[in-house]
T-cell receptor
């Protein structure tokens, strides 16, 4: 089944404890992206990647890191999480962004709470 | 200025009725794509339908259709014969071809509740 998977789905952690949210897609998509969704603020892009070893900042990159060592994986790293990073996180992927439609398919979401 | 505007925060609709969810957008780009996503209470984001700015026909996908009026910059989602399982948040989103981040720009969403 073609899909984007994220793990974990739910995470409660404490301030300062490093964590990684994994994202994997099995559709051979070039483009991958991380968003966070907050009430009243909608979805905002954190980081994106055009292809392996190519990553760039979105609108809200502070406090996050990413890597793209393989095409299928795009982990989101929070080196020192803070309570303002409590949010619902989505990983998304699309086949290409150079050709329309470049539909982005989303993972199931990771609900993160930082105490 | 808001790039995507969804003016209906919430809607109640009787089961089996058709429903139209409004979306207007603002862009100076000639090439763009418009998307609708559904987010049930479980939280996942499900792609429903896509309309390209150069597409002459309105997009359709099963019970979903997109009423695209380019001159008015509107891209309303029409759900025919609504079902209880259609209850969810619905988001309109846009991707501008000139956007260097290749990101989706999102509306605030409409919460749709289908009444039995």
């Amino acid at each position: 089944e073609a899909q984007v998977t994220q793990n974990p789905r739910y995470l409660i952690t404490v301030t300062g404890k490093k964590l990684t949210v994994t994202c994997s897609q099995n559709m051979n998509h070039e483009y991958m992206s991380w968003y966070r969704q907050d009430p009243g603020l909608g979805l905002r892009q954190i980081y994106y990647s055009m292809n392996v070893e190519v990553t760039d900042k979105g609108d809200v990159p502070e406090g996050y890191k990413v890597s793209r060592k393989e095409k299928r994986n795009f982990p989101l790293i929070l080196e020192s999480p803070s309570p303002n990073q409590t949010s619902l996180y989505f990983c998304a992927s699309s086949l290409s962004v150079t050709r329309m439609p470049d539909t982005q398919y989303f993972g199931p979401g990771t609900r993160l709470t930082v105490l | 200025a808001q790039k995507i505007t969804q003016t209906q925060p919430g809607m109640f609709v009787q089961e089996k009725e058709a429903v139209t969810l409004d979306c207007t957008y603002d862009t100076s780009d000639q090439s763009y794509g418009l998307f609708w996503y559904k987010q049930p209470s479980s939280g996942e984001m499900i792609f429903l339908i896509y309309q390209g700015s150069y597409d002459e026909q309105n997009a359709t996908e099963g019970r979903y259709s997109l009423n695209f009026q380019k001159a008015r910059k509107s891209a309303n989602l029409v759900i025919s014969a609504s079902q209880l399982g259609d209850s969810a948040m619905y988001f309109c989103a846009m991707r501008e071809a000139m956007d260097s981040n290749y990101q989706l720009i999102w509306g605030a969403g409409t919460k749709l509740i289908i009444k039995p």
